[in-house]
């Protein structure tokens, strides 16, 4: 094994470990726990940075690769198999970062029973690094498990108002999801014939047999809705908010931020490139729920009055972005929406553990009852400022390039541009909804309950210990912002080399007009040409290596 | 050269990010950092200029790359940027040193003076980009730095207010930028300019009206014109040298400065409506100068109006003499806000005109440069405005009558709302105790107002000029120059002035605390007050359309997705679950029953009753 590949198995072993040392209550006392949850969020940080500079992308496919044929099910053609390529890599660094950030806020957090907190936020840790380094798909869908559970319980544990209820609410909702997803995946590893259950495989033997497009269209379908629900599709995003709010912070920022992501990534990463067609049977329907992500829900953040759940909703706003790339079915989409959804874990996670030091300060989430916090916490009001401006797509932070890769994509295809249009007004719509929470917070006066809890309660600026996680975090996006090449080459090389092999734009001729809605393209006539182009362009072999 | 070109964009860069991290506490230290800051930028920027030899500079590194789009990060120093290099690193120069004296008391300087580091590295973004893509970064960086320096007031709700909605509509604007450079590259295959402008020389019809228009909201946003220019007289809630750098000379300028780097793509469709809007926009502004009684406001709306005649030259196909405009009107108008800035510093922040009154004796010098000012944008023979506006003028007159009329008569007004500024502030008796104590600045702010008005009077001699800078406008100076009627020019053109002079000494020459024309012409004066209603139309559209709906959508969701689709589910599965309940009420007999009948129905589907 070579160090690399130590530094792989370690960020999930060494948080798993960490974890069962305090549910064992080895050492006994606080000062134990919070210094084994150091080490537990620390090697998963630096093994994410070591391995994002160390990762040599430059053929393609993964690097240092781990390989167990006896652990698993060979029988299910499962296999332990871990490894990052150029998809993975950035969201494993991402994962780090953000789980680190959330560690040091949980470990200075002074949670009742803080053991159990951190145990279960380790378990949650190690389920999501190993998600993003699986190459197997029952191990990738395990390790999501297991990031999932903790949610659940830390939910209804250390939750704010309503944490029963909306704990038990997530969990219906998501295991429904996370269900749909799995019966996506076994249908995947029961209509494919190959050798293993991991995207190699799987693309290796699609490319020998081809698989009909009606079955495409049902497994992709299964694996969107499920996928969908657990990114917070419209109109399956209701929980999201909801939840966030109600969650401890950490949770919120490793929910939203980094487990979020699980879904989509499988998507791109696997349903897409390997179900092409069902992919594009699905486009012209994800585009318009995407687009009711940024429209509709963005609409909705313009009427929350509490910080958290605007944040929330705006969090579930900006993923529409992400599923526009990926409804477009080309490289650049893909590939865009994978950049925004590095830059959009860290920028939400850094919302959200800015939302709490301004909670900390002013006693309250509801943006009426602050104002002119800028002159007490000139520092906060910093960070708040940049972190604003980074959702809102400022160029110089990360998101920006993702979402102008996504609004580049939609303007390639003539089809595609109604929807160019109607995404980009969500630009506006952010900064609205950005820009009132600045001003409503930290410019004006104070408002009279801000006065009246000041009295009893000074306010201070951020301390160091509070300064270093999100300044971990903003330092990441701007990265992000001023070097795209760092990740976007990395995502470049995969998803260039993957979708490639795929001629979306000579099958994508084909899309169903009928649900184009430009003038020209309703109509029996058009329908009619386009479904016979249909059958005129359909390639034999929709995956071939060319 | 590329070294240079690095240092220059990357200075500003640096002396933010030390004042950030290191200086927020040390004002004093900020300030001379960002002050020598723009100093290394004026020397960087002479020797870009006079170091190219007059030839087109470029440079590019890959920025980004993804799926075949390639974006790069590169420089395009040609005769325009060198221009628009020269006017954003002398301005600004003159106004870091200005806010030396004007902001020496404020206690928040260092995030003063790193915001105009800031903005001062995103405008020579947009100065030296060499596609539009990263024009759009930078051009996003200069909105965010406006942002910050307006709401460097942040405790008064006016600059909360202002600096969200100068970021807003901004967004608008660029709303209609980005998609005309997604449609530019899909129709090009490229964004760079150097490429675009052969790409359209090739084959003109690859350009198109709409795609022109499109990235010409960019332009509407950003120098705030029509319907997008409800911002800038907001933004006058920022601190004056701000107000001088950002919303006069520089940033708002920018927008002409895109335009012109992207000539080529204009149809003659969309060159007529640019010069049909500039103009009318020229008379607009004028009239609501006219009667505002806040000295920066005043200032501001003559800005829209100049930034229109800009757009007129530039829709009337006279780019070169829109850039020489814009580089008169910097300097100019830098002078009058700096005036004003100095006025209003000398009155413990009163900006009310109607408060002011017989300056002119306590504050000679910056009575008398802020003259100067005056008599450049009235355009009075032979000072540096005459030259660039008779030359707009003359070419509508020649090309465009219905323009010509809407320029002259903004002509006219602007002389009219100038000398009725000057006047009311200047000439007179106090009509204030904050006017009867002032007295002239110190030499921070007086020196960069002397060096202003000696530009201001000589700016528009283009060959006092090194070739190295005027070489964009030289060849539309020419054409100008070949045009005829100038003799009659000349006469309309000083006719123009010296009349809405006289009438404003006539009509503003003794006034009291209230507007003369407000009693003289009550109708006029309140339709020229309420600004066309813009501002309520988007006051009516935010309150009455846009929260509303917003509201209304929030209860929709809670309604229909969480409470039918999420808790109606949940609620089927219950009753399902009730329904089952009933079945297991615990007494035999019951299980018994169920017992049979489960028996029956199962033989009687075994025997075939319901079919096969």
Same mark, same amino acid.
Request: one cysteine or more; proline letters at 3%; charged letters at 10%.
């Given at each position: 094994?070579?160090?690399?590949?130590?530094?792989?198995?370690?960020?999930?072993?060494?948080?798993?470990?960490?974890?069962?040392?305090?549910?064992?209550?080895?050492?006994?006392?606080?000062?134990?726990?919070?210094?084994?949850?150091?080490?537990?969020?620390?090697?998963?940080?630096?093994?994410?940075?070591?391995?994002?500079?160390?990762?040599?992308?430059?053929?393609?496919?993964?690097?240092?690769?781990?390989?167990?044929? /006896?652990?698993?099910?060979?029988?299910?053609?499962?296999?332990?198999?871990?490894?990052?390529?150029?998809?993975?890599?950035?969201?494993?660094?991402?994962?780090?970062?953000?789980?680190?950030?959330?560690?040091?806020?949980?470990?200075?957090?002074?949670?009742?029973?803080?053991?159990?907190?951190?145990?279960?936020?380790?378990?949650?840790?190690?389920?999501?690094?190993?998600?993003?380094?699986?190459?197997?798909?029952?191990?990738?869908?395990?390790?999501?498990?297991?990031?999932?559970?903790?949610?659940?319980?830390?939910?209804?544990?250390?939750?704010?108002?309503?944490? /029963?209820?909306?704990?038990?609410? %997530?969990? %219906?909702?998501?295991?429904?999801?996370?269900?749909?997803?799995?019966?996506?995946?076994?249908?995947?590893?029961?209509?494919?014939?190959?050798?293993?259950?991991?995207?190699?495989?799987?693309?290796?033997?699609?490319?020998?047999?081809?698989?009909?497009?009606?079955?495409?269209?049902?497994?992709?379908?299964?694996?969107?809705?499920?996928?969908?629900?657990?990114?917070?599709?419209?109109?399956?995003?209701?929980?999201?908010?909801?939840?966030?709010?109600?969650?401890?912070?950490?949770?919120?920022?490793?929910?939203?931020?980094?487990?979020?992501?699980?879904?989509?990534?499988?998507?791109?990463?696997?349903?897409?490139?390997?179900?092409?067609?069902?992919?594009?049977?699905?486009?012209?329907?994800?585009?318009?729920?995407?687009?009711?992500?940024?429209?509709?829900?963005?609409?909705?953040?313009?009427?929350?009055?509490?910080?958290?759940?605007?944040?929330?909703?705006?969090?579930?706003?900006?993923?529409?972005?992400?599923?526009?790339?990926?409804?477009?079915?080309?490289?650049?989409?893909?590939?865009?929406?994978?950049?925004?959804?590095?830059?959009?874990?860290?920028?939400?996670?850094?919302?959200?553990?800015?939302?709490?030091?301004?909670?900390?300060?002013?006693?309250?989430?509801?943006?009426?009852?602050?104002?002119?916090?800028?002159?007490?916490?000139?520092?906060?009001?910093?960070?708040?400022?940049?972190?604003?401006?980074?959702?809102?797509?400022?160029?110089?932070?990360?998101?920006?390039?993702?979402?102008?890769?996504?609004?580049?994509?939609?303007?390639?295809?003539?089809?595609?541009?109604?929807?160019?249009?109607?995404?980009?007004?969500?630009?506006?719509?952010?900064?609205?909804?950005?820009?009132?929470?600045?001003?409503?917070?930290?410019?004006?006066?104070?408002?009279?309950?801000?006065?009246?809890?000041?009295?009893?309660?000074?306010?201070?600026?951020?301390?160091?210990?509070?300064?270093?996680?999100?300044? %971990? %975090?903003?330092?990441?996006?701007?990265?992000?912002?001023?070097?795209?090449?760092?990740?976007?080459?990395?995502?470049?090389?995969?998803?260039?080399?993957?979708?490639?092999?795929?001629?979306?734009?000579?099958?994508?001729?084909?899309?169903?007009?009928?649900?184009?809605?430009?003038?020209?393209?309703?109509?029996?006539?058009?329908?009619?040409?386009?479904?016979?182009?249909?059958?005129?362009?359909?390639?034999?072999?929709?995956?071939?290596?060319? | 050269?590329?070294?240079?070109?690095?240092?220059?964009?990357?200075?500003?860069?640096?002396? #933010?990010?030390?004042?950030?991290?290191?200086?927020?506490?040390?004002?004093?230290?900020?300030?001379?950092?960002?002050?020598?800051?723009?100093?290394?930028?004026?020397?960087?920027?002479?020797?870009?200029?006079?170091?190219?030899?007059?030839?087109?500079?470029?440079?590019?590194?890959?920025?980004?790359?993804?799926?075949?789009?390639?974006?790069?990060?590169?420089?395009?120093?040609?005769?325009?940027?060198?221009?628009?290099?020269?006017?954003?690193?002398?301005?600004?120069?003159?106004?870091?040193?200005?806010?030396?004296?004007?902001?020496?008391?404020?206690? +928040?300087?260092?995030?003063?003076?790193?915001?105009?580091?800031?903005?001062?590295?995103?405008?020579?973004?947009?100065?030296?980009?060499?596609?539009?893509?990263?024009?759009?970064?930078?051009?996003?960086?200069?909105?965010?730095?406006?942002?910050?320096?307006?709401?460097?007031?942040?405790?008064?709700?006016?600059?909360?207010?202002?600096?969200?909605?100068?970021?807003?509509?901004?967004?608008?604007?660029?709303?209609?930028?980005?998609?005309?450079?997604?449609?530019?590259?899909?129709?090009?295959?490229?964004?760079?300019?150097?490429?675009?402008?052969?790409?359209?020389?090739?084959?003109?019809?690859?350009?198109?009206?709409?795609?022109?228009?499109?990235?010409?909201?960019?332009?509407?946003?950003?120098?705030?014109?029509?319907?997008?220019?409800?911002?800038?007289?907001?933004?006058?809630?920022?601190?004056?040298?701000?107000?001088?750098?950002?919303?006069?000379?520089?940033?708002?300028?920018?927008?002409?400065?895109?335009?012109?780097?992207?000539?080529?793509?204009?149809?003659?469709?969309?060159?007529?409506?640019?010069?049909?809007?500039?103009?009318?926009?020229?008379?607009?502004?004028?009239?609501? #100068?006219?009667?505002?009684?806040?000295?920066?406001?005043?200032?501001?709306?003559?800005?829209?109006?100049?930034?229109?005649?800009? +757009? +007129?030259?530039?829709?009337?196909?006279?780019?070169?003499?829109?850039?020489?405009?814009?580089?008169?009107?910097?300097?100019?108008?830098?002078?009058?806000?700096?005036?004003?800035?100095?006025?209003?510093?000398?009155?413990?922040?009163?900006?009310?005109?109607?408060?002011?009154?017989?300056?002119?004796?306590?504050?000679?010098?910056?009575?008398?440069?802020?003259?100067?000012?005056?008599?450049?944008?009235?355009?009075?023979?032979?000072?540096?405005?005459?030259?660039?506006?008779?030359?707009?003028?003359?070419?509508?007159?020649?090309?465009?009558?219905?323009?010509?009329?809407?320029?002259?008569?903004?002509?006219?007004?602007?002389?009219?709302?100038?000398?009725?500024?000057?006047?009311?502030?200047?000439?007179?008796?106090?009509?204030?105790?904050? #006017?009867?104590?002032?007295?002239?600045?110190?030499?921070?702010?007086?020196?960069?107002?002397?060096?202003?008005?000696?530009?201001?009077?000589?700016?528009?001699?283009?060959?006092?000029?090194?070739? +190295?800078?005027?070489?964009?406008?030289?060849?539309?100076?020419?054409?100008?120059?070949?045009?005829?009627?100038?003799?009659?020019?000349?006469?309309?053109?000083?006719?123009?002035?010296?009349?809405?002079?006289?009438?404003?000494?006539?009509?503003?020459?003794?006034?009291?605390?209230?507007?003369?024309?407000?009693?003289?012409?009550?109708?006029?004066?309140?339709?020229?007050?309420?600004?066309?209603?813009?501002?309520?139309?988007?006051?009516?559209?935010?309150?009455?359309?846009?929260?509303?709906? #917003?509201?209304?959508?929030?209860?929709?969701?809670?309604?229909?997705?969480?409470?039918?689709?999420?808790?109606?589910?949940?609620?089927?599965?219950?009753?399902?679950?009730?329904?089952?309940?009933?079945?297991?009420?615990?007494?035999?007999?019951?299980?018994?029953?169920?017992?049979?009948?489960?028996?029956?129905?199962?033989?009687?589907?075994?025997?075939?009753?319901?079919?096969?």
């Amino acid at each position: 094994m070579t160090l690399d590949q130590i530094l792989l198995l370690g960020s999930i072993i060494v948080p798993a470990l960490t974890s069962a040392l305090l549910f064992a209550g080895i050492g006994g006392g606080d000062d134990w726990a919070k210094k084994l949850a150091y080490i537990g969020f620390g090697f998963p940080f630096i093994a994410g940075i070591v391995l994002f500079f160390n990762f040599d992308g430059s053929n393609g496919g993964y690097c240092f690769e781990i390989f167990h044929p /006896r652990m698993g099910l060979q029988e299910l053609k499962i296999t332990f198999h871990l490894g990052l390529n150029g998809v993975s890599s950035p969201l494993f660094a991402m994962a780090g970062v953000v789980g680190l950030a959330a560690g040091l806020t949980a470990i200075r957090s002074g949670a009742e029973r803080l053991r159990l907190y951190l145990a279960l936020l380790l378990v949650m840790q190690s389920g999501l690094m190993g998600l993003f380094a699986s190459i197997d798909l029952f191990f990738y869908y395990l390790f999501h498990e297991f990031a999932l559970i903790p949610t659940f319980i830390m939910i209804g544990l250390w939750g704010g108002r309503d944490r /029963r209820s909306i704990a038990l609410e %997530i969990t %219906i909702y998501l295991t429904l999801g996370a269900l749909l997803s799995l019966g996506g995946l076994v249908a995947l590893n029961v209509m494919v014939d190959a050798e293993k259950f991991d995207f190699p495989s799987l693309s290796h033997a699609l490319a020998n047999t081809e698989m009909l497009e009606s079955t495409q269209i049902k497994i992709f379908g299964l694996l969107l809705i499920g996928f969908g629900i657990l990114v917070a599709l419209f109109p399956f995003h209701t929980w999201a908010a909801k939840g966030y709010e109600a969650a401890p912070t950490s949770v919120s920022m490793l929910h939203a931020g980094v487990l979020k992501k699980f879904g989509l990534y499988g998507l791109i990463q696997i349903a897409a490139p390997l179900l092409p067609e069902g992919a594009l049977a699905w486009s012209p329907y994800l585009l318009w729920l995407a687009l009711g992500n940024v429209l509709l829900v963005g609409f909705v953040t313009i009427a929350q009055t509490n910080l958290k759940s605007m944040v929330g909703y705006g969090s579930v706003m900006h993923m529409g972005y992400c599923f526009l790339g990926l409804a477009v079915c080309s490289s650049l989409g893909a590939g865009s929406a994978v950049m925004l959804m590095v830059a959009h874990g860290l920028s939400v996670a850094l919302m959200f553990l800015l939302s709490t030091y301004i909670q900390k300060r002013s006693g309250t989430f509801e943006m009426d009852e602050m104002g002119g916090l800028a002159t007490k916490t000139p520092v906060l009001a910093c960070f708040f400022v940049a972190a604003s401006l980074a959702t809102i797509g400022l160029p110089g932070f990360g998101n920006f390039w993702g979402e102008f890769g996504v609004f580049l994509s939609l303007g390639e295809n003539p089809d595609h541009r109604l929807f160019l249009v109607l995404a980009a007004l969500g630009i506006i719509i952010s900064a609205i909804f950005g820009l009132r929470a600045v001003a409503k917070i930290f410019f004006g006066t104070g408002s009279d309950e801000l006065i009246k809890h000041e009295k009893e309660n000074p306010i201070s600026d951020l301390k160091p210990a509070e300064i270093i996680p999100a300044g %971990i %975090i903003l330092s990441a996006l701007l990265f992000l912002g001023l070097w795209p090449r760092g990740v976007s080459d990395r995502i470049d090389q995969e998803i260039g080399t993957r979708y490639e092999k795929i001629d979306f734009a000579a099958l994508s001729q084909f899309t169903p007009a009928c649900c184009l809605p430009n003038a020209e393209g309703v109509g029996l006539d058009n329908n009619q040409t386009s479904y016979d182009s249909l059958q005129k362009s359909l390639p034999v072999k929709p995956i071939s290596d060319h | 050269m590329e070294t240079v070109a690095f240092s220059i964009l990357l200075l500003p860069l640096l002396s #933010a990010l030390i004042t950030l991290l290191f200086l927020r506490k040390s004002g004093n230290i900020a300030s001379l950092l960002s002050v020598a800051t723009s100093g290394g930028i004026l020397v960087f920027a002479l020797y870009l200029i006079f170091n190219g030899e007059n030839e087109v500079f470029t440079w590019q590194t890959t920025w980004m790359k993804m799926a075949g789009w390639e974006l790069s990060f590169g420089f395009l120093i040609d005769a325009p940027a060198r221009l628009l290099l020269f006017v954003v690193s002398f301005v600004g120069f003159l106004i870091h040193v200005f806010s030396l004296g004007y902001m020496a008391d404020d206690e +928040a300087k260092s995030r003063y003076f790193g915001g105009l580091s800031i903005f001062m590295f995103s405008m020579i973004g947009i100065t030296v980009a060499d596609n539009l893509i990263m024009i759009f970064v930078f051009w996003e960086l200069v909105g965010f730095s406006s942002y910050l320096l307006i709401a460097h007031y942040l405790t008064t709700d006016e600059a909360a207010q202002a600096s969200k909605k100068a970021f807003i509509v901004n967004r608008v604007g660029d709303f209609g930028f980005l998609i005309g450079i997604v449609l530019t590259y899909w129709a090009f295959g490229t964004v760079n300019l150097l490429e675009l402008a052969d790409l359209v020389d090739f084959d003109p019809s690859l350009i198109s009206t709409f795609l022109g228009l499109a990235l010409a909201c960019g332009f509407i946003g950003k120098s705030a014109q029509f319907p997008l220019h409800v911002w800038l007289p907001d933004a006058m809630a920022g601190p004056t040298p701000v107000s001088a750098l950002i919303h006069a000379a520089t940033m708002v300028a920018a927008g002409i400065y895109l335009l012109l780097r992207i000539d080529f793509m204009f149809t003659e469709h969309a060159l007529s409506l640019l010069a049909i809007l500039g103009a009318g926009m020229g008379l607009y502004a004028g009239f609501c #100068a006219l009667v505002q009684r806040d000295i920066k406001k005043i200032l501001a709306y003559s800005t829209l109006s100049q930034l229109g005649y800009m +757009a +007129a030259a530039f829709g009337l196909g006279m780019p070169g003499i829109a850039l020489f405009h814009l580089m008169t009107h910097a300097f100019f108008k830098a002078l009058m806000f700096l005036g004003s800035g100095s006025v209003i510093h000398a009155c413990h922040h009163e900006q009310d005109i109607f408060k002011y009154g017989g300056l002119r004796k306590k504050m000679p010098i910056t009575a008398i440069t802020f003259l100067i000012g005056v008599l450049a944008i009235c355009g009075v023979n032979f000072l540096s405005g005459y030259f660039s506006k008779d030359a707009i003028l003359l070419t509508a007159y020649n090309v465009n009558m219905p323009v010509f009329i809407l320029l002259y008569a903004g002509a006219i007004l602007t002389a009219l709302y100038m000398f009725r500024l000057y006047f009311i502030t200047f000439e007179g008796l106090a009509r204030s105790d904050k #006017a009867a104590h002032a007295h002239e600045n110190g030499a921070l702010m007086t020196g960069p107002l002397l060096l202003l008005s000696i530009l201001a009077v000589v700016g528009g001699y283009h060959s006092l000029y090194p070739f +190295a800078i005027v070489e964009s406008i030289l060849p539309d100076i020419e054409l100008v120059a070949a045009m005829p009627n100038h003799l009659w020019m000349i006469v309309l053109g000083t006719f123009a002035w010296i009349v809405g002079a006289i009438t404003a000494r006539n009509f503003y020459g003794r006034v009291g605390d209230v507007d003369p024309l407000s009693e003289k012409f009550p109708t006029f004066f309140s339709l020229c007050k309420s600004k066309l209603f813009f501002d309520q139309m988007y006051g009516f559209y935010i309150k009455k359309i846009q929260d509303p709906m #917003a509201r209304f959508l929030e209860v929709m969701e809670l309604l229909f997705i969480s409470g039918l689709m999420v808790r109606g589910s949940a609620g089927v599965a219950a009753l399902l679950g009730m329904l089952g309940k009933v079945c297991y009420i615990g007494k035999i007999h019951a299980y018994t029953f169920w017992f049979v009948a489960g028996t029956i129905g199962f033989l009687a589907y075994a025997s075939g009753i319901f079919g096969n």
